[in-house]
């Protein structure tokens, strides 16, 4: 049977096909509507099990068709069963994305301390412990929303955007702004690995979002990227739950 999987975040809305375990095909979307599901299920008669996790509004239209439409339809809310334990002290304040990016991090190393970064809008820094629970984690403005604070915050800044190439010290204002903001997000990461590295043994760094790549090869330290981490982690949840039935 294939799973469809939804993930509608704060800039892109992903949808992604599942074979099980297996991803067959993710594609990104601008807005996603009934239609657009429609044709899925006509393409794929076998679909028949849906999960949808989103941070905006609900779309009534969109949450009725597919709950008539599939045999098993789960929207991830905080009462939503989970293949691992989860001590957030706050469950229904718990953002979808980093419950089910620490989801697809133990699917991929089940048993193991894990540190997930999710560098998106904002960076969120969880961890994942060694008994397979979801034990919390810190939450940090992304790269571009420390660029668009300078500018909206201050009379004179401008509106700088990201850059692989930079300094460390900046002789003029936008160098200053991309070096003061760019070291000082790294200088937070590195620091902030480090930090759990000395309090969790054996730790598995694993990152995702779309701001992974800026990240890649300017950390000195072994990470696994996955910019599909949340998909399998929302799949993960949807056959938990179908085994449950």
């Known amino acids: 049977m294939i799973n469809l999987v939804i993930d509608i975040g704060n800039s892109r809305t992903k949808i992604a096909l599942f074979n099980q375990h297996d ?15 429609k044709m899925l299920k006509d393409e794929h008669p076998q679909l028949t099990k849906a999960i949808l996790s989103s941070v905006k509004p609900k779309d009534e239209e969109l949450i ?20 691992i334990g989860n001590l957030y002290e706050t469950p229904e304040t718990l953002g979808k994305d980093r419950l089910a990016a620490a989801v697809g991090a133990n699917e991929l190393f089940p048993d193991q301390n894990l540190l997930v970064i999710d560098a998106g809008t904002a960076i969120t820094y969880d961890l994942v412990s060694e008994k397979n629970q979801f034990i919390g984690g810190n939450i940090s403005p992304g790269l571009e929303m420390r660029f668009k604070a300078l500018n909206q915050f201050t009379g004179k800044l401008p509106l700088v955007s990201h850059s692989d190439e930079f300094q460390l010290i900046g002789r003029n204002t936008p160098d200053a702004i991309r070096a003061g903001v760019q070291n000082g997000i790294l ?51 949807l056959e938990h739950n179908a085994k449950k039935k």
């Open 23 to 37: 991803l067959m095909f993710n594609v990104p979307i601008d807005h996603l509507t009934v239609s657009h599901v």
């Open 64 to 83: 009725k068709f597919m709950s008539e439409q599939f045999e098993l339809f789960i929207e991830l809310d905080h009462q939503t069963e989970l293949p």
């Open 187 to 237: 200088f937070e990461a590195a620091e902030t690995i480090d930090l759990f590295n000395r309090n969790y043994q054996n730790l598995q760094i694993i990152m995702t979002g779309g701001d992974s790549n800026f990240f890649d090869k300017k950390l000195n330290y072994s990470i696994f990227v996955h910019f599909n981490l949340t998909l399998i982690g929302l799949n993960r949840i």
